[in-house]
């Protein structure tokens, strides 16, 4: 498992200082079976910071 993961989304409450992501797992969906491109891809790893 990767040990330095980063995420550029801020709003989300793992995101952390340099852009660092402090979930303990990542779930990563795709639209599609086999995506191409990263755009065919979500992270449902995402929570709203409150």
């Known amino acids: 498992m990767a040990k ?24 990563v969906a795709g639209h599609q079976n086999q995506p191409r491109q990263n755009r065919e891809v979500d992270c449902k790893t995402f929570q709203p910071k409150i």
């Open 4 to 27: 330095d993961v980063t995420c550029e989304v801020n709003s989300c409450k793992f995101w952390g200082p340099q852009n660092r992501c402090n979930a303990s797992s990542i779930h």
